[in-house]
């Protein structure tokens, strides 16, 4: 039995590795990038393949994904892997992988700059172009963005700059991508308790405190807050949101 296959980047933690998990539980295989974690990586691995959804595969791959040099063996190694699944090509594309950054405008370097840039924009931007070919049509792309591109928190301009232009890029996306039926759309969290930052919305109680103040349900969010709502956004289900960016932060700064 074939079941419909994702590539998630970031898989390994937060809201990727929910993101992974839900799939799975919804019967759709992964191909999940991790940067260096391979441990972590292979923990995930371990555990979808513990909730023994009956054809449900998944496959850790390593890929810095602001090096877009590397793209081209990364995409050849996916080919490799659909074919020993006996799969003709990829059903989703999830581009969550990302870093974080705090820095005032004024004392923003260009090599954090740059950094944000090849992860953020850049990375995103021809990862997606590389693996067009593969992606199947009628497929669907997800792009994650942030609650940071609607409401500021200053030292966050660079990386939501970033995400702020890759919610444009998805809309066009889109629209360039209609005449194939593949759907694109970008989802924002907003603050997650997560190891991103640091951990800082997770483990800094005032932070905690402050993001719960803010937002309508009176707490942060959670990774399974986010990876079911993505697993649901791709499923056929929600087939004719396209080109949308949506915010799933509980409410926060309404």
């Excluded at 990727?16 to 799939?23: C, D, E, M, P, Q």
């Excluded at 059903?91 to 740059?114: K, P, Q, W």
Aim: glycine share 10%.
């Amino acid at each position: 039995m074939s079941t419909s296959i994702a590539l998630v980047t970031g898989g390994s933690r937060g809201l990727g590795r929910s993101t992974v998990i839900n799939l799975a539980k919804r019967g759709i295989s992964s191909i999940f990038t991790y940067h260096s974690n391979d441990a972590a990586a292979q923990a995930v691995v371990a555990e979808v393949e513990a909730l023994d959804v009956a054809g449900v595969k998944v496959k850790a791959l390593a890929l810095d994904t602001g090096d877009v040099s590397a793209f081209a063996a990364f995409v050849a190694e996916i080919k490799t892997q659909l074919t020993q699944w006996q799969a003709d090509g990829l059903d989703y594309l999830v581009n969550n992988a990302g870093t974080s950054h705090h820095n005032a405008i004024v004392s923003t370097t260009e090599e954090e700059f740059d950094g944000l840039f090849n992860v953020h924009l850049k990375g995103v931007f021809f990862l997606t172009q590389a693996l067009l070919p593969v992606l199947k049509d009628n497929g669907r792309i997800v792009n994650i963005s942030s609650g940071l591109t609607r409401f500021c928190v200053p030292g966050s301009a660079s990386y939501a700059a970033m995400k702020g232009a890759i919610e444009v890029f998805t809309r066009y996306l889109a629209k360039e991508l209609g005449e194939r039926g593949i759907r694109a759309n970008t989802v924002a969290p907003g603050a997650i308790e997560t190891d991103f930052s640091g951990g800082t919305v997770r483990d800094n109680p005032e932070v905690n405190r402050m993001v719960a103040s803010m937002t309508a349900l009176g707490r942060p969010g959670l990774p399974e807050d986010i990876g079911p709502m993505i697993a649901a956004l791709l499923s056929e289900d929600n087939r004719w949101i396209n080109g949308q960016r949506i915010e799933v932060s509980g409410g926060m700064v309404l």
